[in-house]
């Protein structure tokens, strides 16, 4: 529950609620109206009444209360003026049902936490019905930000770098399937659901790599869907707070956003772990990470799921003040029972680079040579890079300088060339001194 | 919500097996057919002919044109159809996900249009 300060004016205190509290009010809508559309409407329109009416009349005590009540009934205005009597009279014995509280929580089984504002908590439904896989995954994105994060069509349009028109036929297209196709509106039974949350947490991490990944292009809206991500997977954390994983997404989310203002250089592009200043990491994100991280492996001991090993790795990383400083056979550990638990040959990459810092490049190398031999990662510049890395660090550079070029052949990534084009300088650079 | 199980597999698959394999599989689809009928959950269910036995029709200027062959040359066939009633589309996938074919072939789930009979009621469908 958002809490208000009085000295606020009502044009900030509408905006902000908005933000926190409008995917609330959709969610516990679309429960009694099971009509997407109209529900969005109706949250929108009580919107509207409050930024007309709060600046002179004062702000609610309640205002997510106010909004989600506003809301019922301008959509039982809206549907008193529609023809079909037979659904109408269903969804204003729903709406009706809204102001008593007492609704189907006699047949719902997973009735939301009521909260201090007396209204059920209905997001999670609405976010597993979001993330739902027969959706596409672009329209999972699209309908999870529209919905719960209330950002306009145009707003998600500009972040994923796609036409608004793309994005409004995403969202029609999955509306219309979840009501033809049949997509219950539940949180999913015990048997669906661990299936179903990593679908969910697909999507958020989704969100937030989007942000992520764009630092470097700078006017763009991207570092906002960051903070998006971070404050839906809050929600979920709220409503599953014994979930695991969803735990160590959070944290994994907070640790990287920790960096957020080191990881772009004065000249706006991304500076690469080993050479941010660690003194502008966020220390509180940190700190609220590294305990979420310990909290989600203490309650997923002994398997921990993905998120919460990745989250793992990222408080090592967090918590040496100096890249030198890094603890590697923690984090060589760590992708250790990672590659147990999620295989891939990028994890199988990320686990030697770390046991080459912690065991020395000659024990780095002669796995990162096996991993090589399979050919899975023939086109991926990391493993290139990685093995001209520690050639280097062998002195074996006329081998170290084919492999950045090797590397530098695959990057796309402007800042990461920028990179390898220097050290593959020095590397030529010290060729010619040891001849 | 009624819901069509359309399943599709390579004929050849099928034309490939040895005659045990292709028993087990029946013998799994007699078990099937058991529990979702005996569930009432279906309505209607068929194994069809193989491809080789369509006939596709099409009339064209008052003309009957009736070809060999299925509709459209694809890698996976339509093999057969389960007609079932359930709650939503989580019910529906988990039955779809009991029927043999999913191992080796895919199944369509897709809801039936249902055109309301109630008179005045159909303006508002679509």
């Known amino acids: 529950m958002l809490r208000i300060d009085p000295t606020q004016d009502a044009r900030g205190v509408v905006e902000r609620l908005f933000r926190e509290e409008s995917g609330r009010a959709v969610a516990t809508l679309i429960r009694a109206l099971r009509d997407f559309d109209l529900a969005e409407e109706a949250v929108q329109e009580a919107f509207a009444v409050a930024l007309a009416t709060w600046p002179s009349r004062g702000v609610p005590n309640n205002p997510a209360a106010w909004i989600t009540t506003t809301a019922r ?20 014995r729903q709406l009706a049902a809204l102001e008593t509280g007492e609704r189907e929580a006699a047949t719902d089984a997973d009735e939301g936490d009521a909260g201090d504002s007396g209204i059920p908590d209905d997001r999670l439904r609405l976010m597993f019905t979001c993330c739902h896989p027969a959706l596409a995954p672009d329209a999972r994105v699209a309908l999870t930000l529209r919905t719960l994060g209330g950002l306009t069509t145009r707003e998600i349009a500009r972040a994923f ?12 297209r999955a509306k219309r399937k979840i009501r033809d196709a049949g997509i219950p509106y539940r949180v999913p039974p015990a048997d669906l659901l661990p299936e179903r949350l990593s679908g969910v947490l697909a999507v958020l991490y989704l969100v937030f790599n989007e942000g992520y990944v764009a630092t470097d292009a700078p006017g763009l809206i991207r570092p906002e869907l960051c903070d998006e991500a971070i404050r839906l997977t809050r929600v979920l954390v709220l409503l599953m707070p014994d979930e695991s994983e969803a735990l160590g997404l959070l944290a994994l989310m907070l640790l990287h956003h920790a960096r957020r203002e080191a990881r772009v250089g004065g000249d ?11 003194t502008r990491w966020d220390r509180r994100s940190i700190h609220e990470g590294v305990g ?11 398997d921990p799921g993905p998120y919460a090993l990745q989250a793992a790795i990222a408080a090592v990383h967090s918590e040496a003040e100096a890249a030198d400083q890094t603890d590697w056979p923690q984090i060589a550990a760590l992708y250790g029972v990672l590659a147990r638990v999620q295989p891939s040959p990028v994890v199988e990459l990320n686990r030697s680079v770390a046991i080459a810092m912690a065991d020395g490049p000659a024990v780095g190398l002669a796995r990162i040579d096996r991993l090589a031999e399979t050919g899975d990662l023939d086109g991926y510049h990391l493993l290139h890079s990685a093995r001209a890395d520690l050639l280097r660090r062998l002195d074996r550079h006329a081998e170290s300088i084919a492999a950045y070029r090797s590397a530098l052949d695959l990057v796309t990534n402007p800042v990461e060339r920028a990179y390898l084009e220097r050290r593959l300088a020095e590397a030529v650079a010290k060729s010619g001194l040891d001849s | 919500m009624r819901y069509l199980l359309l399943i599709y597999d390579n004929e050849q698959t099928w034309a490939n097996m040895s005659q045990e394999e292709s028993q087990a599989i029946m013998g799994d689809y007699f078990g099937y057919s058991e529990e979702v009928f005996g569930a009432g959950v279906a309505k209607a269910g068929d194994a069809l002919q193989p491809t080789s036995s369509a006939t596709t029709v099409r009339v064209r200027d008052g003309q009957t044109l009736a070809t060999d062959g299925p509709f ?20 529906a996938i988990k039955w779809a996900a009991k029927i043999p074919s999913s191992r080796i072939g895919s199944i369509e789930v897709r809801p039936v249009l249902d055109f309301p009979d109630a008179p005045g009621a159909g303006e508002s469908a679509g």
């Open chain 1, 161 to 172: 770098l796609v036409p608004e028109p793309t994005v409004a036929q995403r969202l029609v």
């Open chain 1, 73 to 92: 009934n301008r959509a039982i205005d809206r549907l008193r003026r529609q023809k079909n009597l037979e659904t109408k009279t269903e969804a204003l």
């Open chain 2, 72 to 91: 459209a040359e694809t890698k996976e066939q339509l093999g057969g159809y389960y007609l079932i009633d359930v709650p939503d589309l989580d019910e």
């Open chain 1, 292 to 302: 979420l991280v310990r909290r989600a492996l203490r309650i997923s001991a002994p």
């Open chain 1, 268 to 278: 706006g592009r991304m500076v690469l772990l080993e050479e941010q200043d660690r």
